[in-house]
């Protein structure tokens, strides 16, 4: 067990510019959370996948923003024309779904976007 | 939006010292989880404490869980300087659907002075 891997810690870039971030999850779990954390909140839910299924988007997933987990391993977050209100830490969780519920998420560490 | 709220928002206690945090909560819960995050780091898993369980001890953790007022409480006794963190509770919704999506507050900053 080797944790949630993240990937970059950080990203600085300008207004405007694409990025992507990029998720490992513990290799074992099926399930697979985005979050966002800005300054001083908790993490808010922006979408979770299950194996390679996108099954639930927040309202706060812009469509600037896609999520993909082409082989239900690893997951990236592309977020498109960013803007000044993107800069954030963005968290990714895994989980194991299906053995008894009730399970916790396993976070990483995060990657902090700051938009100049 | 977040959904409940941890109280007090900052807590500085002495070291060895006791400290206590709460968490209330508006919708019901599936289960609820406290997690502690160090600056700058991600959220590292604390306790789980289901909705038919009251009380549940990790170590020098101690959870307990009141569905009738929708509050919890995270009691972590004799504290040391590694406790200085944000502690957050988060709270999964009952769903149909099988959703375990997690709904934070803004978190508890816990200051141990030395």
């Known amino acids: 067990d080797t944790g949630v891997s993240q990937d970059p810690r950080h990203k600085i870039t300008k207004r405007g510019q694409n990025v992507t971030f990029r998720c490992d999850p513990i290799?074992?779990?099926?399930?697979l959370y985005w979050y966002r954390q800005t300054l001083g909140q908790g993490p808010e839910f922006l979408t979770y996948?299950?194996?390679?299924?996108?099954l639930e988007k927040s309202r706060l997933l812009s469509d600037r923003f896609s999520a993909e987990r082409p082989k239900g391993s690893f997951s990236t977050l592309e977020i498109q024309r960013t803007e000044q209100g993107d800069s954030a830490m963005y968290l990714c969780?895994?989980?194991?779904w299906g053995k008894g519920g009730n399970q916790p998420q396993h976070f990483g560490d995060g990657t902090r976007l700051s938009i100049l | 939006s977040q959904q409940g709220e941890e109280d007090p928002q900052a807590l500085s206690i002495q070291e060895g010292e006791n400290a206590t945090m709460n968490c209330s909560y508006k919708?019901?819960?599936?289960?609820l989880q406290w997690y502690r995050q160090n600056s700058g780091r991600g959220l590292v898993h604390l306790i789980l404490?289901?909705?038919?369980?009251r009380e549940k001890h990790s170590g020098r953790l101690r959870v307990t869980l009141d569905t009738s007022k929708k509050s919890s409480s995270l009691l972590i006794t004799a504290s040391r300087a590694a406790d200085t963190a944000s502690y957050f509770c988060?709270?999964?919704?009952?769903?149909?659907?099988?959703?375990?999506?997690?709904?934070f507050g803004t978190g508890t900053r816990l200051t141990i002075i030395p």
């Open positions: 290799s074992e779990h099926n399930r």
């Open positions: 919708t019901s819960i599936n289960n």
């Open positions: 969780a895994s989980s194991l």
């Open positions: 404490i289901r909705s038919n369980e």
């Open positions: 988060a709270r999964r919704p009952i769903s149909n659907f099988g959703n375990e999506k997690l709904t």
């Open positions: 996948f299950q194996n390679e299924a996108q």
